[in-house]
Nanobody
Framework: QVQLVESGGGLVQPGGSLRLSCAAS????????VSWVRQAPGKGLEWVSA????????YYAASVKGRFTISRDNAKNTLYLQMNSLKPEDTALYYC?????????????????WGQGTQVTVSS
């Protein structure tokens, strides 16, 4: 069965960095666009970033562009999110998710599989 397992979250001070990972299994990882999505306390889901199957094209929400970098290692079936210059408003539960073929990468309602999430807290 399809599984997505995030890791790497934690508590970090403002201005710090974290690297999230998402281990995928149960499907051909290299054939799918995959995304990162976050949910801050008391708020809805926010699309963060997406990457095409071969890693050649990446996309970012305006709120994270220039600070976050998405990447993937198809040989390891793993998705990454390098987060730099973290701000308190980046505090959220971060999910990785699979984008079904033909779906728009920025529309989280169209995603078909999600991980359980990893908590990122940015606080001094």
């Amino acid at each position: 069965q399809v599984q997505l397992v995030e890791s790497g979250g934690g508590l970090v001070q403002p201005g710090g960095s974290l690297r999230l990972s998402c281990a995928a299994s149960g499907f051909t990882f290299s054939s799918y666009i995959v995304s990162w999505v976050r949910q801050a306390p008391g708020k809805g889901l926010e699309w963060v970033s997406a990457i095409k199957p071969n890693g050649g094209s990446t996309y970012y929400a305006a709120s994270v562009k220039g600070r976050f970098t998405i990447s993937r290692d198809n040989a390891k079936n793993t998705l990454y999110l390098q987060m730099n210059s973290l701000k308190p408003e980046d505090t959220a539960l971060y999910y990785c998710a699979r984008v079904p073929p033909g779906s728009r990468y920025y529309l989280v309602d169209e995603y078909d599989y999600w991980g359980q999430g990893t908590q990122v807290t940015v606080s001094s």
